[in-house]
């Protein structure tokens, strides 16, 4: 009974830290970019090289509006809630099929 106690604040804490470090790398990752996108706006300006970055500006802004939408997307549906669910259900349909096959592969990784 006490191990189950334990487990539920372990749980939240590893939830809460997982959080944390994909929003630092979200917003590190999203300084970058704006930094980069200001380079190609300083370039833009230059006479000599004017119009140059203007394509990878279109691609990188588009592809970062489908990057983010798909990010809203899997918070909104719960994607992120139980990261590990897909594994093991993954496993039992393996384990299942070798047993079904009469295969005893399975109870060794078990």
């Not at 489908?66 to 899997?74: E, I, P, S």
Request: with cysteine; proline share 2%; net charge neutral.
């Amino acid at each position: 009974m006490s191990a189950q106690k334990n487990e539920i604040p372990l749980s939240r804490r590893r939830w809460r830290t997982i959080h944390v470090v994909f929003t630092l790398v979200c917003l590190g990752a999203g300084c970058m970019f704006v930094f980069k996108l200001h380079e190609f706006l300083r370039t833009i300006k230059k006479d000599e090289l004017a119009g140059f970055a203007f394509d990878p500006i279109l691609t990188y802004g588009f592809v970062a509006i489908g990057f983010f939408m798909l990010l809203v997307w899997a918070f909104l549906t719960g994607q992120f809630k139980d990261v590990e669910k897909t594994k093991h259900e993954m496993l039992e349909r393996v384990w299942r099929q070798e047993r079904e096959e009469g295969l005893d592969f399975g109870e060794d990784f078990q």
